[in-house]
């Protein structure tokens, strides 16, 4: 018999005996990992290794009957849950010290239909996996643009990407959730049932249940679209950001031109501009020329492609394991004042694996009204990241360092708004802004379906 010591939501600790643990993990279908085991190093792994947490157990969910079991067993106990999918959250909330991770990475089942152009797809899915399913019928929705990211955790928190101009944020194409709630129960919330709810699971994060399973609106992407980086130097980095803000004020909405600021893998620093199209290859050439003609590139890889080999571009910035901290914010504009802040800390990158990433925010995804959806940031703008990663943990202090240095010019400029699925863990007090006049609404959808705050290890909002 195995006996479990885990800690409790008041941070007590509670012996579990060992019949009740063994009655538990021989009722789960997946592999439990406890500190004792084999193997539980990598259960317990996320994708930002700054985070060193010991959970008690970690459930490898094989199906939803997997996720009841361990809600059900975690609240008889009242032990802390931490719910995980891709692992991909910065702030590391898919585990805990001492509590349950009920990590669903193993539920992967995906049942496309090609007539209705949907999709049910299990949560424990990344975009590489779900895309693969999906574009067998030339179909997709807006995914992340890093392929070994996580659909839930994308999804609940808004998700933006390639189509998100042409077809909304993620979450705009949720059809149906399937949820397990805080009492172990299991619903469909959509926009006929659970209306509150179906509202709050677009845009709200992990706070109201765990979701295990998505029905997605699928869209048509060809067998081709536009995709590829153009290289510039570093030095042009003022010039390429002002032509990026001017090319991004009003861009068409199958248009999609993000930029980063990085080292190339030969240890250049470097301006890339990150261009997507998504229509007919004819006007799309048309629609980038001015972007390939800009100034004298290192490079221009901007070519048709299969839409997943886009999805796989920019896979090698978000590779598991290497330390990372992150300072975000919503732009709503990029002034000269903005591009210089950007200019002089880009060009003096600590890190070579560091960059600074900005999503232009347009189109459809900001033509659905801000209370529509939990998600209610819903103007043009520009999401941007300073994204510090490295490796040698005795470089802490001096990455999370420069990181603050450069986020401190930055943030007066950047309004008070951030999109929650990048919100750093030592920030919760820019939770509330994160969801603006939709947090009130929220506190009370989250007071309907978790009084308790059972699912508290996530970017939390209270219940009212
Ligand atoms: C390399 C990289 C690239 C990224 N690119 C994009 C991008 O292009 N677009 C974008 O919008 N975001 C992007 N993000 C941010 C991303 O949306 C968040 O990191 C998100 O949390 C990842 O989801 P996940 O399932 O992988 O993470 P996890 O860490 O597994 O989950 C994050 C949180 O979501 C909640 N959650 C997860 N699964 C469930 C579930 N089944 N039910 C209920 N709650 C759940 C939990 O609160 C959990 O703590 C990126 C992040 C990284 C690291």
Known sequence: MTTITATRRDGSDVTID????????????GDVFTPESDGYDAARAVWNGMIDKRPAMVVNCRGVSDVINSVRFA????????????????????????????????????????????????AGLTWA??????????L?????????????????????????????????????????????????????????????????????????????????????????????????????????????SDPPDELEVYMALMTSPDGDPVAAMMVGYNGDLTEGENAIKSIRDFGSPLADM???MPYSARQHMLDDMGLHGPRRYWKSGFLPELSDDVIDVFASHASNLISPMTLIPMFNMHGAATRVAPDATAFGHR?????????????????????????RRFWNELEPFAGKTIYVNHIS?????????????????????????????VFKINHNIPPA
């Open 75 to 122: 609240r008889e106990h009242d032990l802390v849950i931490a719910v995980r999918g891709g692992a991909h959250n910065v702030a590391g909330h898919g585990t805990s010290d001492g509590g349950v991770v009920i990590d669903l990475s193993g539920m992967k089942g995906v049942r496309v239909d090609p007539v209705t152009r949907t999709a049910h797809a299990q």
């Open 425 to 453: 863990a030592d920030e919760p007090s820019r939770i509330e802004t994160a969801f603006g006049p939709n947090y009130k609404r929220l506190r009370e959808v989250k007071r309907a379906y978790d009084p308790d705050n």
């Open 302 to 304: 901007v070519q048709p």
């Open 140 to 248: 997709a929705t807006t995914g992340g643009v890093v392929s070994n990211t996580g659909i839930a955790g994308l999804t609940l928190g808004g998700g933006l990407g390639w189509l998100m101009g042409k077809h909304g944020l993620t979450c705009d194409n949720v059809i149906s959730f399937d949820v397990v709630t805080a009492e172990g129960d299991l619903i469909t919330a959509d926009a006929n049932t659970h209306g509150d709810l179906y509202w709050a699971l677009r845009g709200g994060g992990g706070n109201f249940g765990i979701v295990t399973g998505f029905q997605f609106q699928l869209h048509d992407v060809g067998p081709l679209v536009i995709g590829g980086m153009i290289i510039h130097p570093m030095a042009k980095a003022r010039e390429l950001m002002r032509f990026y803000r001017d090319i991004t």
């Open 18 to 29: 060992g019949e009740a643990y063994d009655a538990f993990e021989s009722a789960v279908h």
């Open 379 to 403: 103007t043009h703008q520009w999401d941007i990241d300073i994204v510090s990663q490295w490796l040698d943990p005795a470089d802490d202090e001096r990455q999370i360092e420069w990181t």
């Open 129 to 138: 996996e779900f895309d693969d399913e999906t574009l067998i019928y030339g």
